[in-house]
C-alpha cells in the first residue's frame, strides 16, 4: 500500500473518530470521564458503539455481554489488508505483552468488513496466527453495516483490477469490563501508548 494511501486511510478514519465525537450526546456526567492524562481519544460517556451482535467462527452469537468482567479492545479490517490490519494486529499482541499480568484481562475482537471473502475459517485462521486468544467475528452485508454504523466507522469496497480492496477506519474502540467505551486508539499511537492508556482502563474494574 502507497504512503499517500494509507495516509488516506488514517485520516478516513480519524475524520470519522471526529465526526463520532461531534456528533453524539453524552449520556452520563463529567465523572464518567477517564481521570489521567490518555493517549488516545477518551470517548466514556458518547452515545454510540453501544454493543453489537455477530458470529464467531464457530457459529456462535457475540455481544460484549460475553466478554464481561474483561476489558474489549475491537478493530475493523480484513483479511487481505496489506498492511493497516496485520500492523494493528501485530500491536495488540504487543499490547497483551506490555501487560504483563493483566493480559488475559484483555479480550481483542477483530470485525471484518468484508464478509464476501473472510468465511469462519479464513477468520480463525487469520487472526489466532497473531495470538490463539484474539476472536473474528463476523455478519452478513446488513449487520455488518449495521455494526459500522454503531461505531461511526467508516469503511468502503475499492475496485483494483479484476478484484477489490478495502478502505476502512483504523481506530481500536477500547471497552471497560462493564462493556463501555472508553478508548479510541489511533493507528499511530505505539504499543506502549496503548498499554499505558488501557492499564487505565482496568484500573477503572
Known amino acids: 500500500m502507497s504512503l499517500l494511501k494509507s495516509r488516506r486511510m488514517f485520516l478516513a478514519s480519524i ?19 477517564i481521570s489521567a492524562d490518555l493517549n488516545g481519544a ?5 452515545d454510540f458503539g453501544r454493543d453489537f451482535r455477530l458470529t464467531d467462527p464457530d457459529g456462535r452469537d457475540r455481544g460484549l455481554a460475553d466478554f464481561r468482567g474483561k476489558a474489549v479492545m475491537v478493530f475493523f479490517g480484513f483479511t487481505q489488508c496489506p498492511d493497516i490490519c496485520p500492523t494493528a494486529l501485530f ?15 484483555l479480550q481483542v475482537i477483530f470485525i471484518t468488513i468484508d464478509p464476501e471473502r473472510d468465511t469462519p475459517e479464513v477468520l480463525r485462521q487469520y ?25 461511526k466507522a467508516f469503511y468502503q469496497k475499492v475496485p483494483t483490477g479484476g478484484s477489490y480492496t478495502m478502505d476502512h477506519t483504523t481506530i481500536s474502540f477500547v471497552f471497560d ?13 505505539s504499543a506502549d501508548e496503548c498499554a499505558e492508556d488501557i492499564r487505565h482502563i482496568l484500573s477503572l474494574t
Open 177 to 189: 469490563a462493564r462493556g463501555k467505551l472508553r478508548l479510541g486508539l489511533g493507528h499511530a499511537l
Open 127 to 151: 487472526v489466532g496466527a497473531f495470538d490463539p486468544a484474539f476472536l473474528g467475528l463476523y455478519g452478513d452485508m446488513r449487520r455488518t453495516r449495521e455494526t459500522a454504523t454503531e461505531f
Open 91 to 105: 500491536r495488540a499482541t504487543e499490547i497483551k505483552r506490555l501487560l504483563g499480568d493483566d493480559a488475559d484481562a
Open 42 to 46: 477518551d470517548l466514556s460517556g458518547l
Open 15 to 33: 475524520g470519522a473518530l471526529s465526526l463520532g465525537l461531534a456528533g453524539c450526546n453524552k449520556t452520563g456526567s463529567l465523572a464518567d470521564s
